[in-house]
Structure formats: structure tokens, C-alpha cells
């Protein structure tokens, strides 16, 4: 009975920001699931690519090249996944970016774009694939925040806003929602080196302090995010909603 719950067959899930650092390993661990998996992004190579894996485990998907800052793009692919599919219960939202420069430093430019990828995207990936999850009164949303939604990480003061900002997002989406089934969390990776930190991340003193500071005393790895996205994807988070959970390896619980 228990790990019945876990189980992702039939369900369908979109993959917003699929094919990054750690968006593959968790869309694929959706599919491993059970789950029929779309991965989500402009890079239509890399798209193909996750594609081909997914089917390769048994599931469906579908190939399709995406800006997710633009709403008239997310329309035509709900479209299209509703011709295919019939329907959407899992919405993920991965899709990042990040600057690091000064707070002085950063262009009003650069602003809006991380403003852009980081936040907007995920407001119109909701406003046009939460409805049909309203309507049909179930449906899980996961939205990605970070480290940088706790802490004053110096150098990243447009990360660090939008990630704040999806935090409470989630909130009041879970509270809207509620009502119709539609459960909203977040998920908040601690350390892991990804394309986007990794020029930062792999600094020998830079890695010595994060990993020092962190009780299992190690950067994540992408597979330690998939069993926290299977659970918030599946009927054993039924009643759990409006959260936040930190997969940080005890980062924030640490003092000294």
C-alpha cells in the first residue's frame, strides 16, 4: 500500500526547464515513476535528447521548443499537450538563470531577464496550465526556489529576489488553489554544482566553505532531488501543500 502511493502511472506531467543541471535527473526520475514526461526549453537538441530517454523507459512524451517567458508560446504548447495527452497533473517549474555582479554592478537589463526567467516564466506557466488543473479539481505544482531564497548570497541580488518571490508565489497559489485539489510547493536545493554555478561552485575555497558548513559535508547531487519531486508529484503529498521543502543537506539547520 505504501509505495503505491509513489506510483506516476498515467499521470502527465510538463517539465518547465527540463533539460538543466538538475532538471534532468529529476523529469527523468518522474518518468522512472510512472509518469509521461514533456520536457520544457528552448534548446530543442537537448529537448530531443531527454525525449528520447524518457520513451526509452517505457513513457510518452513529446518534442517541443518552448521560451517560457513568452505566454503566447505556453498557449500553444498546452494546446498541443491537451491534443496528445487530454490533460496535465504534474506542472514542474525549473526554468533559471543567474548574474553575478555587485548589486551595484547589475544592468536594469540583466535585472529583467533574471526577473524574467526566473519569476515571470513560472506566473505564466500557472496562469496558462493552472486551469486545467482547476478544472479537472486535481493537479501538483512544483515550483524550483533555492539557498537564495533564505540567505543574502553577496553578487546575486536578482537571484536572490526572484527565488523570494517564488517562495511566496507558492504560498499563494496553495491557498488559492486549495479548494480545487491543486497542490503548490517548492522545492529549495542547497549546493549542487550545475552549468550555471559551476565556475563559482568548483572555487577550491569556495567548495571548502559551502561543504564545510554543510552536515553531510558534500555538494548534492541532481538524483538526491528525485525522491522529494516523486513525492510532491504523487498522492503521498495529498495533504501537504503551501511548503517549501530545503533539500540542502542540513545547510540551514547548521550553526557550528
Do not use: H
Not at 2 to 30: Q, R, T, W, Y
Not at 33 to 41: E, L, N, T
Not at 184 to 192: D, E, L, M, S
Request: with cysteine; net charge negative.
Amino acid at each position: 500500500m505504501g509505495l503505491e502511493l509513489f506510483d506516476l502511472a498515467g499521470k502527465v506531467a510538463v517539465f518547465i526547464g527540463a533539460n538543466g543541471g538538475l532538471g534532468s535527473a529529476m523529469s527523468l526520475g518522474l518518468a522512472e515513476a510512472g509518469a509521461d514526461v514533456i520536457p520544457v526549453s528552448r534548446n530543442e537538441e537537448k529537448n530531443e535528447e531527454l525525449v528520447r530517454k524518457i520513451e526509452m523507459l517505457g513513457r510518452r512524451s513529446m518534442l517541443v521548443s518552448v521560451d517560457a517567458t513568452r505566454r503566447d508560446q505556453l498557449e500553444k504548447l498546452r494546446e498541443q499537450v491537451v491534443a496528445e495527452f487530454g490533460r496535465v497533473d504534474i506542472l514542474v517549474n525549473a526554468a533559471g538563470t543567474l548574474v553575478k555582479k555587485p548589486f551595484l554592478e547589475i544592468s536594469e537589463d540583466e535585472w529583467d531577464r533574471v526577473m524574467d526567467v526566473n519569476l515571470k516564466a513560472m506566473y505564466l506557466a500557472c496562469q496558462v496550465l493552472g486551469p486545467l488543473m482547476v478544472e479537472q479539481r486535481s493537479g501538483k505544482i512544483i515550483n524550483i526556489s533555492s539557498m537564495g531564497a533564505f540567505l543574502g548570497i553577496t553578487r546575486s541580488s536578482a537571484y536572490c529576489a526572484t527565488k523570494g518571490g517564488v517562495n511566496q508565489l507558492t504560498k499563494v497559489l496553495a491557498s488559492e488553489w486549495g479548494p480545487y485539489g491543486v497542490t503548490v510547493n517548492a522545492i529549495a536545493p542547497g549546493f549542487f554544482v550545475t552549468p550555471l554555478n559551476e565556475k563559482v561552485l568548483t572555487q577550491p575555497e569556495v567548495e571548502a566553505k559551502l561543504t564545510g558548513d554543510t552536515p553531510l559535508k558534500r555538494y548534492g547531487n541532481p538524483r538526491d532531488l528525485v525522491g522529494t519531486t516523486i513525492f510532491l508529484a504523487s498522492a503521498a503529498s495529498d495533504f501537504v501543500t503551501g511548503t517549501v521543502i530545503p533539500v540542502d543537506g542540513g545547510y540551514l539547520a547548521y550553526a557550528f
